[in-house]
């Protein structure tokens, strides 16, 4: 299992060795550093715990900073949970960088997805809206009708108005198709969640 923390560029264009172009997502891969290795004896399940980037101490809460013991002053912490008996020859202390994936490696990726507000129905669900005919001056972007006729209340999941956005999202096969030692970056094909700067979890099983 390989995994990584990095934070989203923007997207690009990647001319492929056969002259396709494909969309690509440029993910840079800051160094990450192991702070914590938990086994099944002593927290009843295996994981390894990355942190990376980098913020001002006085920013950290204490508890954390003695549980970096020194390492740096982390921005992301991230726990990484192997599956099932399976283990990992990392250490405490071990440093991951972008040359832990590479070419070809079909990867998973999540992330926050960009935030939108409160929309409407025809944003937030793809309603086509009313007829813009005779009668419709002011209606045709409103919900209508939502049926709940016979309780009088309005059903849970009912599609309608709300918040948008700011959810975990995780992007499935995607493929790392290029990999840059002398920025730390990583080149995934495809499109990922999230804005300039969100933080990415990518892992290859």
Known sequence: MKFILGTKVNMTQFFQEDGVV????????????VTQVKT?????YNSIQIASGERKEKNIAKAQLGHFDGKGN??????????????????????????????????????????????????????????????HRHDTRKPGSIGATGPQRVFKGTRMAGRMGSDRISVKNLEIIAVDMKNNQLLVKGALPGKRGTMLEIISR
């Open 74 to 135: 982390f921005r992301f912490v991230k726990e990484f949970r192997l599956k099932g008996e399976e283990t990992s020859d990392l250490k405490v202390g071990d440093v991951l960088n972008a040359d832990t994936f590479e070419v070809g490696d079909i990867v998973v990726v999540s992330g926050t997805s960009k935030g939108k507000g409160f929309q409407g129905g025809v944003k937030r669900h793809g309603f086509k809206g009313a007829p813009t005919s005779h009668g």
């Open 22 to 33: 494909v969309p690509a997502t440029i993910v840079s891969v800051p160094k990450s550093v």
């Open 40 to 44: 099944v004896d002593t927290d009843g």
